[in-house]
C-alpha cells in the first residue's frame, strides 16, 4: 500500500463527533503531504463558526490516527478558513490539550464533551439496526429478546443489515458496553436490556437522536458543498431519508 | 394574507426577521465579514435559484426591498424583528432596535421590535432595559447567548446576572424570551449548543414564555425533550423551514417530530429574513402534507387548520394580536408611497 493509501485509511476513520460520519466521507479533508515520515493533514470546516471544541478533538483524532502509522514521525494538523484556526492547527500540532491551547476561554477538557456524543452516535445506530429488523418483519418481542450472538447470525447475508449490524457492535465496543456473545443486542447507555414495556417509547426517543444527528450531517454537507462551490460528490447516505411520496 | 384555494384567508406573522447592515463601512474586522459570509452561505444553500441575492445586496438592503419582501409580495401580515447586536463584529451592530424602530415608525401595524439585553453589560444593561421598554414599548427580547465580547465567547441563561435580567423582565411585562444558540460559538469544554439552560429558565421563570429560535437546532433532540417537559417553552421554525424545498422528507420528520413532542399550539413559523425569502417559504409550507408512513409512524397530522396556527395564531396569542381587528386596520393599508 502507497504511504497516501495508509494515512488516507486511517483518516476513514476519524469521525465528526456530532455527525458520526467519516471526516473523509464528509469531504472534510482538503489535503495531505507527506515527506519522508513527516506528514502534514489540512482540513476544513462547513464555516467559519463551527464548534472549536469538536474542530480540536478531530484534529488530535487526526493527529492519533495518522500517529499509529509506524513509518511515521511527526504530524501536523492545520485548519484552515477557521476562526481559531491558528490556535486549534498549534494547539493539536505541539500535543496541547484543549484546555492548553485555549487557556484564556475554557476551563476543563473534553472528554466528558466526546462520551455525550459517542452516546448519541451509539443510540443512533441502534435505531437503524432496530430499524432494519422491523422493516423485515421482526416482532417487537423478538427485538427486546435478542442476543448479540442471535443478532450476527440473522444479519448473515444481510450486506446491509450487517454493515449496520457492524457499526453499531464497534460502537459499542468503544464505550465499553461489549461483554459477551450472549448478552442482550438493544442496551441503553448504562448497558441496561431495553424491555419490551419500554420498547415503543425506547424507540421513539433514539429516533429522535438519530434524526438530528442525520439532519445536521446534510446541512452540514450542503454547507461546505456550497462554501467551496463543490459539486454534491457522495450523495446522502441515508438511506432510511430517502425522498419518497413528497 | 394568504388565500388558500378555497377562498381562505391565512393571517400570517413572521416571527422573525432582521434589517441588518453588514456592509464592509459598518464591519468591524474580519469577524463582520465572515459573519455574513456565513449568512449568504445559508441562503445559497437551501433557497431556490431565483430567490438567491447577489453578496452586495446581501451585505445591506433598503426599507423598500424588505418591506416589498415581507408585505407585498411575500404573505407576511406583520412581523417581528429580533435584533443581533454583534458588536464585536460590526461598528453600529448588525441588526440594532434602533434601526428596527426606524420600520416600526413607519409601519406601526406591520412591524414589532424586539428589544436585546446580554446579561454581560451589568447594572447599566438593566437600565437599558427599562430604556427600551419606555421608548420602543418592547414585549419580547432576543438573546445571543452565544455572543462574543471581548475574552468571553458566550453566556448561560442560568448565570446569576442572567437571572437578575430575567427578574427585571418580569417586573417590566416583557413576556417573550426568543433565544437564540449558535451559529457564533463559544471555546467551552461543554457543547456550545447545548440548550439545557432554557430547561432551567423556564422551570424557574413559568410565567414567561422562551422561544428557541431555529427549534434548537442543531440540538433538535434535547430541545424536543426539553419541551416536553415545560410547557412555556416554544419553537420557532426559522432554518428548518427551508428544508421543506431542500429536503422535504427531512423536514416532514422534523415537523412531525416538533407535533409530537410540543403539540401545534407552540410552533411558529419564521423567515430569517434576509436569509431566507417569506415567499417562497410559505408557498411550500401551504402545499406540503405528510406523507403516509409518518402520519403513521407518529400519530400526527399537518393538517391546514395546523398550518393556520404555526403560521399566525400561536405567536399572535403571546404578542397580544387580535388576529380579527388586525385584519380590519390593515384593509387599507398603503405600503408603498
Known sequence: MLPIQEVMEKLNVVMDPELDQSLVELGFIDDVKIEGSEVNVRFRLPTYWCSPNFAYLMASDIREKVSELDWVNNVTVELKDHSFSREISQGVSNQETFQEAFSKLSSGDLEQLRRTFKIKAFYSRQEKVIRHLLSKGMTEQRLVSLTVSELEEILTGDMKGAMLKDRYLLILTELGLYKDKRQPAFIDEDGKAVEIGAFRDHLLNIRRTRLSMEFNAFYCRNLLLTRYNLQDAGSDQNESLEVKGV | ?337
Request: with cysteine.
Open chain 2, 1 to 337: 394574507m394568504y388565500i388558500t384555494k378555497d377562498g381562505e384567508e391565512i393571517f400570517v406573522i413572521d416571527g422573525h426577521v432582521h434589517y441588518w447592515d453588514a456592509s464592509p463601512e459598518n464591519q468591524l474586522n474580519v469577524h463582520g465579514e465572515e459573519f455574513i459570509n456565513c449568512f449568504h452561505d445559508y441562503q445559497k444553500n437551501l433557497s431556490p435559484k431565483e430567490y438567491i441575492w447577489p453578496r452586495e445586496k446581501f451585505l445591506k438592503y433598503d426599507k423598500e426591498t424588505i418591506v416589498h419582501d415581507l408585505f407585498v409580495s411575500g404573505y407576511v401580515d406583520m412581523a417581528i424583528f429580533q435584533p443581533t447586536y454583534l458588536t464585536d463584529f460590526y461598528k453600529n451592530g448588525f441588526n440594532t432596535v434602533e434601526r428596527d424602530a426606524e420600520l416600526v415608525r413607519e409601519y406601526p401595524n406591520r412591524f414589532i421590535v424586539n428589544g436585546a439585553f446580554d446579561p454581560r453589560d451589568g447594572e447599566r444593561g438593566l437600565e437599558n432595559l427599562e430604556y427600551q421598554v419606555e421608548t420602543y414599548g418592547i414585549k419580547g427580547v432576543k438573546l445571543y447567548t452565544a455572543e462574543w465580547r471581548g475574552d468571553s465567547k458566550g453566556y448561560k441563561l442560568t448565570d446569576p446576572m442572567c437571572y437578575r435580567y430575567l427578574e427585571k423582565c418580569r417586573e417590566l411585562g416583557i413576556k417573550n424570551i426568543h433565544v437564540h444558540k449558535g451559529p457564533t460559538i463559544t471555546p467551552l469544554n461543554k457543547d456550545a449548543f447545548d440548550v439545557g439552560d432554557v430547561d432551567e429558565v423556564a422551570s424557574v421563570f413559568k410565567d414567561l414564555n422562551f422561544i428557541v429560535e431555529h427549534v434548537g437546532l442543531p440540538r433538535l433532540e434535547d430541545f424536543c425533550w426539553i419541551a416536553t417537559q415545560e410547557s412555556n417553552v416554544y419553537g420557532g421554525l426559522a432554518v428548518a423551514l427551508p428544508f421543506v424545498h431542500a429536503r422535504p422528507r427531512y423536514f416532514a420528520e422534523i415537523i412531525s417530530e416538533l407535533l409530537f413532542w410540543l403539540d401545534e399550539n407552540r410552533i411558529f413559523f419564521g423567515s430569517d429574513y434576509a436569509i431566507w425569502h417569506p415567499k417562497w417559504l410559505i408557498e411550500k409550507f401551504i402545499e406540503f402534507e405528510l406523507p403516509e408512513d409518518i402520519k403513521q409512524e407518529t400519530g400526527v397530522d399537518l393538517t391546514m387548520d395546523v398550518k393556520k396556527k404555526i403560521l399566525g395564531e400561536n405567536i399572535a396569542r403571546l404578542y397580544d394580536i387580535d388576529i380579527e381587528a388586525q385584519k380590519e386596520k390593515l384593509r387599507d393599508d398603503v405600503l408603498i408611497s
